[in-house]
Antibody, heavy 123, light 106 residues
Framework: QVQLVESGGGVVQPGGSLRVSCAASGFTFRNYGMHWVRQAPGKGLEWVVFIRHDGSNTKDADSVKGRFTISRDNSNNTLYLQMNSLRPEDTAVYYC????????????????WGKGITVTVSS | DIQMTQSPASVSASVGDRVTITCRASQGISTWLAWYQQKPGKAPKFLIYGASSLQSGVPSRFTGSGSGTDFTLTISSLQPEDFATYYCQQANSFPLTFGGGTKVEV
C-alpha cells in the first residue's frame, strides 16, 4: 500500500541544523510532487514547502524561506527536508505528504500523509 | 497570501446530528479547496478536493460545496468515528494555506 515514513527528528538547539527524511513506497515516487507540512504543539496545520516530481522547482513558506531546503532522491524514493538556523518556533510535528497531481498535472492537494516526526528546538 | 477562516472553531454534536462547517477565503479561489480530518495524535486524512469531490473510500455522508470565497463541509449524520478536527486548505496559489480548524466534539 501507499506509505510514507518520516525519520530523523529529535531535539536540537536554537541556531542548529537537522535533516529529516521521508521514505516513500507503494507508488511511483518520481511521478509525484511532495510537500512538508508541520503542526506546532496544540496548533493547526502549516504548509512548509513543496517540490515538483522531478525536483525542478520548489516553493516554500515565508516563515522558513532561506532556512529550510526541500530535496528528493528519486532513485531511492526518498524526500528530505534540511532545516538550518532553527528557532524555537520551528518546534512541531513534521509531516511529509504526497501531492495528488501526477507529473505536470498540478493539484496541490495532499492525498497521502506520513505519521509525522517530532522536531524540538530547545536549549 | 490567501487567508482561510473557518467557523465555528468548535461544535458540540451528537451521533446522528447534521454538522456543517464553514470555510471562507480572503480572495476568490474558484473551487481549489480541500478538506482534511485529523484525530488526536494522528496524521490528517484527505476527505474532499475540488471543493466537492469525495476522495475514494470516504463515506458519502461527507459533502463539500461552494466556490469563490465561501465553502462548506457537511456531515449528514454524524458517526462516532467522525469526532475529530477538520481543516480546509486552499490550493489556488502559493503559499498554500489552511484554515484554523474546527473541532467536532460531543
Amino acid at each position: 500500500q501507499v506509505q510514507l515514513v518520516e525519520s530523523g527528528g529529535g531535539v536540537v538547539q536554537p541556531g542548529g541544523s537537522l535533516r529529516v527524511s521521508c521514505a516513500a513506497s507503494g507508488f511511483t515516487f518520481r511521478n509525484y510532487g511532495m510537500h512538508w507540512v508541520r503542526q506546532a504543539p496544540g496548533k493547526g496545520l502549516e504548509w512548509v514547502v513543496f517540490i515538483r516530481h522531478d525536483g525542478s522547482n520548489t516553493k516554500d513558506a515565508d516563515s522558513v524561506k532561506g532556512r529550510f531546503t526541500i530535496s528528493r532522491d528519486n532513485s531511492n524514493n526518498t524526500l528530505y527536508l534540511q532545516m538550518n538556523s532553527l528557532r524555537p518556533e520551528d518546534t512541531a510535528v513534521y509531516y511529509c505528504a504526497k501531492d495528488m497531481g501526477r507529473g505536470l498535472n498540478f493539484y496541490y492537494y495532499m492525498d497521502v500523509w506520513g505519521k509525522g516526526i517530532t522536531v524540538t528546538v530547545s536549549s | 497570501d490567501i487567508q482561510m477562516t473557518q467557523s465555528p472553531a468548535s461544535v458540540s454534536a451528537s451521533v446522528g446530528d447534521r454538522v456543517t462547517i464553514t470555510c471562507r477565503a480572503s480572495q476568490g479561489i474558484s473551487t481549489w479547496l480541500a478538506w482534511y480530518q485529523q484525530k488526536p495524535g494522528k496524521a490528517p486524512k484527505f476527505l474532499i478536493y475540488g471543493a466537492s469531490s469525495l476522495q475514494s473510500g470516504v463515506p458519502s455522508r461527507f459533502t463539500g460545496s461552494g466556490s469563490g470565497t465561501d465553502f462548506t463541509l457537511t456531515i449528514s449524520s454524524l458517526q462516532p468515528e467522525d469526532f475529530a478536527t477538520y481543516y480546509c486548505q486552499q490550493a489556488n496559489s502559493f503559499p498554500l494555506t489552511f484554515g484554523g480548524g474546527t473541532k467536532v466534539e460531543v
